[in-house]
């Protein structure tokens, strides 16, 4: 993930994007989110931790009251279309299958679930499983806004610590 995630941001370096936007673009993906975009800024654009920490926090975010608003909407469309219906059941077999923590331990699960920074997880998997659901959208964003936060710490000390360690 490290080589794609660099491969990108010098993708977008050389051609004239500023560093600030390459982190915000990175924490913007899916999969990719804040996580390595805190990772981006801090050990391979050698941002200042504060201003790469807002940046990717909030490209992170930004997707989230979409997701939890339109995406049961989007695939219900989706499973219209040939070839792709095929990938929408599988996305949301693949992410129900996750839906056992928010059964076990209500909204807790879906903060545990989206600030624990491992993969398969983090705000747009949180915000998918919320909507699959049917979550309160008010609550679920609340709660998934302080996961990525939460997850965004993790991965900042762990890349000031890496950064560290490599120099």
Known sequence: MHELVKSLQEFLSAHGIPDWLVVFIISLCPILECRLGMFTAITL???????????????????????????????????????INKFVYWLEEHTLKKKDKIDKYGIWGLLFFVAIPLPGTGGWTGAL???????????????????????????????????????
């Open 45 to 83: 654009l050698e941002m200042k931790v504060v201003p790469g920490f807002i940046i990717s926090y909030i490209g992170n975010i930004l997707p989230i009251p979409f997701i939890l608003l339109l995406i049961n909407w989007i695939f219900e469309i989706l499973k219209k279309v040939p070839g």
């Open 129 to 167: 499983l919320a909507s699959l659901l049917h979550l309160d959208r008010k609550k679920s964003f609340g709660v998934i806004a302080i996961g990525v936060f939460i997850a965004g710490l993790i991965i900042t000390i762990l890349s000031t610590v890496f950064k560290v360690a490599v120099l």
